[in-house]
């Protein structure tokens, strides 16, 4: 067995009351078995921090929310709790028009403050961050600094696998982090098990003094002509190869303290002390320090990791930047996103004669395989073809039979969703999205004076969301010309989007 996964990870205290295999995993391979945060440990784990005057960092997967957002957050941190809303993975989102970001933005803080407790979340910032690439790390930095300064601790707050090891890694070799802690704080550890947040890791913050925020200030003016001519070249390749991963936003995190150097602190190791090989948290140096803390993971209820093998989440991310797939799905025709997800289209009314197709676009990773079939046989197409490459996941390379024994299978969402769209967005925009838990989501293009009426499917039922707007409102511009004789539509160049 290879061990896909970068980061080392270091044998904790925690692991003397872990099983024997799980130490094991984590020690040789970097996966953790069988470790998940309960719900309610999680809730009281996170009310800590309402007595504390400290800022809450919330992560959001922006390919999975809101799927990705605990229910009543603010029960959790409380109505008066500064909040920075964080979506990660922005990476993996396609461009479709040069604002695109801005309206992620606001799509993201409206669905927050939707599920995770309603307008009362003190919300002071909203960043777009790719933990993999560093973008929006830097900017996020300066917004703490600018924002939240020393007053107070950090919490990285999320549900499973939105990217809070990842954050707290870069943030633990960045600005944000005093330079001698860095080799000293125990990297988290990341990989897509569920639940591998072990305990609560920490770092001391640096403090932002007038003098240190100058000094980042020119580091970042000195680098911003060589990042501009980097983001020029990426968008050449990826305008002439069609290269989804050239296509992906980048921007490295720099330092502009060197660990090695001595920090003028009042907090810092004094010149000329006895080096150090770990930590000390009580020492004199810490006692007035602000740390930032990574805090456990949770599974939100519509996530169905828990459902699935190491092996199908690591198909279920996807690689690069996503390429939206399109189709024409008529009356009583069934989409299938691999064995995850299923959406049928039960009727559809509109004034244009002849006209009886929707559009409908898919936005999951390429590994899971789209199969269309009529309605009144999706469910025998779906037994027959469930555990086979056709669908992808769910698998197994050792005993398909057995994984398959436990697999529940889709159920259907109570209440069909009703689809009308009106002429002012005939033909530009979607109408709305459709989660499909962790699978992905499903958008649809419907003409002027239309509707249709659809139904859908996830194992349990689960994360079954309607989100309007849509997300990628203008994905029609992402892909290329219908296929003839065909339901589907040819892909085209993830970067370049027709006018």
């Known amino acids: 067995m290879a061990a896909p996964f970068a980061l080392p990870f ?27 945060v309960a719900p309610s440990t999680y809730v009281d784990t996170i009310s800590r921090i309402q007595d504390k005057f400290a800022l809450a960092i919330v992560l959001v997967d922006l390919l999975d929310f809101p799927c990705s957002i605990w229910p009543g957050m603010q029960n959790i941190l409380g109505a008066k709790r500064p909040v920075f809303l964080v979506g990660n993975k922005v ?20 669905e927050f403050i939707k599920h995770g407790g309603g307008d009362g979340l003190n919300i002071k910032n909203v960043s777009l961050i790719s933990a993999k690439t560093g973008y929006g790390i830097e900017e996020l930095i300066t917004q703490l600094h600018k924002t939240w300064a020393y007053k107070g601790d950090v919490y990285l707050v999320g ?11 870069i943030l633990l070799n960045s600005d944000y982090c005093r330079p001698e802690a860095s080799d000293l704080v125990r990297k988290a550890t990341t990989c897509p098990w569920p639940g591998t947040t072990l305990k609560l ?14 000094q980042r200030f020119q580091r970042l003016v000195s680098e911003r002509s060589e990042k501009a001519a980097m983001e020029k070249e990426r968008r050449a390749v990826a305008r002439e190869t069609g290269s989804a991963a050239a296509a992906q936003p980048v921007a490295p995190v720099g ?31 810490y006692k007035e320090a602000r740390w930032v803390y990574d805090t456990p993971g949770v599974m939100q209820p519509d996530q169905i990791s828990p459902l699935l093998t190491a092996e199908e989440l690591v198909k279920l991310q996807p690689a690069t930047m996503i390429r939206p797939r399109a189709f024409r799905l008529r009356p009583q025709m069934s989409i299938l996103l691999g064995g995850l997800a299923r959406l049928d289209l039960l009727e559809i009314t509109s004034p ?15 590994h899971l395989p789209i199969m269309i079939a009529d309605t009144e046989a999706a469910e025998s197409v779906y037994k027959r073809y469930v555990g086979s490459p056709f669908l992808g996941v769910p698998f197994s390379s050792e005993d398909l039979e057995a994984r398959l024994r436990r697999w529940p299978g889709l159920q259907c969402k109570d209440g069909d969703f ?8 005939e033909g530009t925009r979607l109408n709305c999205d459709i989660t499909l838990s962790s699978a992905g989501w499903m958008g649809f293009l419907l003409p002027g004076n239309s509707e ?48």
């Open 352 to 366: 244009r004669k002849h006209f009886d197709w929707l559009k409908v676009f898919v936005f999951a990773s390429e």
């Open 418 to 425: 009703v689809l009308a769209s009106e002429g002012r967005n």
């Open 91 to 110: 990476d993996l989102l396609p461009r479709d028009s040069n604002i695109y970001l801005q309206h992620i933005k606001d799509s993201l803080q409206r």
């Open 255 to 285: 330092r502009t303290f060197d660990r090695r150097e001595s920090v003028n602190d009042a907090f810092a190791m004094a010149g000329g002390s006895r080096p150090i090989t770990t930590l000390n948290d009580r020492h004199k140096d």
């Open 10 to 36: 270091r044998r904790s205290r925690n692991c003397k009351r872990l099983p024997a295999s799980c130490c094991h995993f984590l020690n040789h391979y970097n996966i953790a078995l069988d470790v998940e």
């Open 452 to 499: 249709c009426r659809l139904r859908a499917w996830t194992p349990q039922a689960a994360g079954i969301y309607r989100r309007e707007p849509a997300l990628i409102p203008l994905a029609d511009r992402l892909v290329g010309k219908h296929i003839r004789y065909s339901l589907a539509y040819n892909t085209t160049k993830p970067f370049v989007y027709k006018k």
């Open 159 to 169: 549900c499973t696998n939105v990217g809070k090891s990842s954050l707290f890694n």
């Open 201 to 214: 890791l920490r770092f001391p913050i640096l403090r932002p003094s007038s003098d240190r925020v100058y």
